[in-house]
């Protein structure tokens, strides 16, 4: 991951957001925007490293959990317009507004 514009520290972003807990054992990188936006999501550095639990395990796991994909989805959104450009500007590079 060379560029991420969603943390400062390498820690478990929603351990942090959700709990303030620092969790920096067993992370995995998640693309925050996928599929056909995965090449967005990298090259814009929104990206953010997830323990596993809040990663790939049932229920809390993003992939598994839609109310924390949500947060992840709103919060890079938020991010991305706040150093890129406009909403309208987001909506036409990802397809979609999350906000």
Do not use: A, S, V
């Given at each position: 991951m060379?560029?991420?514009?969603m943390q400062i520290v390498k820690e478990c972003y929603l351990c942090r957001k959700l709990f303030n807990v620092n969790m920096q054992t067993g992370?995995?990188?998640?693309?925050i925007f996928g599929g056909a936006n995965?090449?967005?999501s990298?090259?814009?550095?929104l990206v953010v490293w997830?323990?596993?639990r809040h990663h790939n395990t049932a229920p809390y796991g993003v992939h598994h959990n839609q109310k924390?994909?949500?947060i992840l989805r709103q919060d890079g959104q938020k991010r991305w317009e706040q150093i890129y450009g406009t909403?309208?500007?987001?909506?036409?590079?990802?397809g979609?507004?999350?906000l």
């Open positions: 060379n560029k991420n514009i992370l995995e990188c998640h693309h995965r090449p967005l990298t090259k814009d550095g997830l323990c596993q924390n994909m949500e909403r309208e500007e987001f909506l036409k590079r990802y979609k507004n999350y």
